[in-house]
């Protein structure tokens, strides 16, 4: 069974840095590719980042590309988001989700969500 509690959301100004964490409190978070999506009010849920089961396969959305760094730990069972050069339009709960198979964009791939954690950047 795979648990997902997210971790690391906070209320910083545009040009600050944040590290998300997600922990699987399961014991098979290393067979699982992960990613992170986020949803402002009033928007859909949309892709941000994925990362295939072992690490060395990754993929960004264009909006957050260079700026936002996928990483995951097997040992810690620890999945992170590193956001740099954070900018108002970053602002949205920020979900990890976990999947069976290799990494992917599309949210209705994904098989387990956390709960969210807000990320707020003023200007």
């Known amino acids: 069974q795979v648990q997902l509690v997210e971790a690391g959301g906070g209320l910083v100004q545009a040009g600050d840095s944040l590290r998300l964490s997600c922990v699987d409190s399961g014991r098979t978070f290393s067979g699982y590719a992960m990613g992170w999506f986020r949803q402002a009010p009033g928007k859909e849920r949309e892709f941000v980042a994925t990362?295939?089961?072992?690490?060395?396969?990754?993929s960004y959305a264009d909006s957050v590309k260079g700026r936002f760094t996928i990483s995951r730990d097997n040992a810690k069972n620890t999945v992170y988001l590193q956001m740099n050069g954070l900018k108002p339009e970053d602002t949205a709960v920020y979900y990890c989700?976990?999947?069976?198979?290799?990494?992917?964009?599309?949210?209705?791939?994904?098989?387990?969500w956390g709960q969210g954690t807000q990320v707020t950047v003023s200007s």
């Open positions: 990362i295939s089961r072992s690490g060395g396969v990754t």
């Open positions: 989700a976990a999947r069976n198979g290799g990494s992917s964009r599309y949210k209705s791939e994904y098989n387990y």
